[in-house]
């Protein structure tokens, strides 16, 4: 059973809490080192997308839209996330 780990990060200028399992943190981080980006701005694409994005990923909290990215990441149903890539 993972503990649920609370982190602030900021997110747009501003500092939120995000909550998440050890692996999803360990997964965001490795996406971000990959793709030569720091994690804040991962989180960020990440926030923008459920907020702007498809309607499917639309009105989730941050955390959870989160876990779909890292899941469809690894699934292979999301886009490159190095820049100009």
Same mark, same amino acid.
């Given at each position: ?27 965001? %981080?490795?996406?971000?080192? &990959? *793709?030569? /980006? ?8 990440? +926030? ?10 639309? %009105?989730?909290?941050?955390? &959870? *839209?989160? /876990? ?8 292979? +149903? ?8």
């Amino acid at each position: 059973m993972s503990l649920i780990g609370k982190r602030s990060v900021v997110v747009w200028g501003h500092k939120t809490s995000v909550s998440l399992e050890p692996d999803f943190w360990r997964c965001l %981080n490795g996406i971000a080192r &990959s *793709a030569g /980006r720091p994690i804040a701005n991962l989180i960020e694409e990440v +926030d923008h997308n459920r907020r702007y994005g498809p309607q499917e990923e639309r %009105n989730t909290n941050l955390s &959870s *839209a989160l /876990r779909l990215f890292v899941l469809k990441h690894f699934a292979g +149903d999301s886009h490159d996330p190095r820049p100009g890539a």
